[in-house]
């Protein structure tokens, strides 16, 4: 488009909102380095030290400062993730499969699915909290809560696994049921390979989502706390730099997956590629 | 009524299975049933529940509309729905004046596709940082002895920090415009990347003003991505409770915050009770928005 004037002006105001968006990360991860136990939440820094980091390790000696109850709560989210996104995974692709021939009862199939990820948490985890009561059931992470869990991240497997399927070519399932191989070998050496990159995009959202889920936990967990239920359990005390040290780490580790899996995909990519290569040859 | 749901949900397989004798409905089965169980049924529970005998100590499945009655004769709770509404509106707007230009940007001027990407890659990064530290980190900004305040008296243009900025309904909305706008930017931006450059060209060669060009092409054709955007935006908005809490050191109740505290209390027919009228509001906000745009049609 030519008008340039307009290009720049846009372009310095998306400067500025990336800025927004950055902004409060990088003033906490900067508190994070302030001198402890004394130093406070918030400017100037006294002295820059990463004594909230060994804080969170356990490795200062004790002071008025509780530490963050992290180490089991972070077990238990990763366990919790891992849960969730194997068996919302299995469940986005079966149903996206299922949504390759019409069927009657599609259109609320589809809502019915889709309402997971609409509903707000604090709804479903009432709802369950409210279930568990009347029923007599003790609520805990990997139950009540990994149920919901599921609820909130299948409809995201399940959008990305539509769109996976709807660009999908179908003449090569056709040709390789057409050559007499049954369609479970078909869909393990066919379909599989070629939506995979599919399958990592939403294992990767089941996982990160529920990893980081809040709402939904809060009612439908026993006593046991998930990191982000630590994390919150810190709202209504007074806030010190430890919490801000842990959300840097966090992020850290949070960027770790990111790059695993951009490394996974690159890999698919590249073996979809060579397979290809070797069938043209 | 969890009755009909599943009926109709089994009549509706039933009518499938005998049309295509294949395994559609296996595939579909097992997500269907965890949705009904885990999601509709809760739901159901909830709006009973509502309905139940809420005593100071205990609560009885004696059915009654008391807990109804209190809801709506009762300052705190009316107010938080009003707050809720409010708020909701407000981040809904900032959210869409914040992003619209940012995705204009992104979506439209950038036309190399690396570049874009990285942009959009930008944009989704702070979703890597756990949803509450980012909450969390709006308090070193936006406090009496925060950055924005320091670096506001440090260029010289206050002299007394702005006191309003934390603790108040202010900082809740800048709180969530920011957490919530990329889900704005994001639908938006796929739609302008959507839009055929050469309309645009077109209607440059017939004499068309930038201004014209956005009013005439560019606006409408991104519509289905504001909606989609703020179909986003309303749901979490609705359902808030930590940004309020975090933020506003508890001068703004949401329904949200409602449920926390009356679940708190133990107080499980009055939570259903705002839970209910959440889900009302909620589902009348989406069907709203449902019948600008289709979504099964913008995948």
Partial sequence: ?281 | MAMTAATAEAASADRSAKKMPDRTFWLLAPGVIWMVLFLVVPILMMVYVSFWTQTTFAITPTLTTKSWMTFFSSDTYLSALWTTIRIWLIVLAATLIVGYPAALFVGLFVRNKTLQTVLLVLCVIPFWTSFLIRVLAWRPMLGKEGAINLILQGVGLINRPIEVLLFSELSVIIGMTQIYCVFMVGPIAFMMGRIDQSVIEAAQDLGAGFWRIFRTIILPLSMPGVVVGAIFVSVMVLGEFATSAALSGRKVNLLGNIIVTQVGSLKWAFAAVAGVILTILMGIVVAALLRVVDLRKEL
């Fill in chain 1, 1 to 281: 488009m030519q008008a340039n004037g307009t290009k720049l002006a846009l372009g310095i105001y998306t400067a500025l909102f990336l800025v927004f968006l950055y902004g409060p990360m990088v003033v906490l991860a900067i508190l994070s380095f302030q001198t402890g136990p004394e130093g406070g939440p918030q400017f100037p820094i006294i002295e820059w030290s990463i004594y909230w980091y060994k804080h969170l390790f356990g490795m200062t000696p004790p002071t008025r400062i509780a530490p963050l109850p992290i180490e089991e709560a972070l077990v238990r989210s990763l366990i919790l993730a891992v849960m969730t996104m194997i068996v919302s995974t299995v469940l986005g692709v079966t149903s996206a499969q299922a949504f390759r021939k019409k069927f009657t009862g599609s259109g609320f199939a589809f809502y019915l699915i889709v309402l997971g990820m609409m509903v707000p948490g604090v709804l479903v985890g009432l709802g369950m909290a409210l279930i568990a009561n009347a029923l007599g059931i003790d609520r805990h992470w990997w139950g009540t809560t990994f149920v919901l869990h599921v609820v909130y991240t299948y409809p995201f497997a399940f959008l990305v696994m539509l769109a996976i399927l709807n660009r999908f070519d179908q003449s090569v399932e056709e040709a390789s049921w057409s050559l007499g191989v049954s369609p479970v070998k078909t869909f393990r050496k066919v379909t599989f390979p070629l939506i995979f990159p599919g399958v990592l995009s939403a294992m990767l959202f089941a996982f990160t989502l529920s990893y980081d889920e809040f709402s939904r936990t809060l009612f439908a967990s026993g006593r046991d706390l998930t990191l982000p239920l630590a994390i919150y359990g810190t709202f209504s005390v007074e806030v010190h730099p430890n919490v801000f040290a842990f959300g840097v780490l966090t992020t850290l580790f949070s960027f770790a997956l990111l790059g695993t899996y951009a490394a996974l995909m690159m890999l698919s990519i590249r073996r979809a590629r060579r397979v290809a290569i070797q069938e043209e040859a």
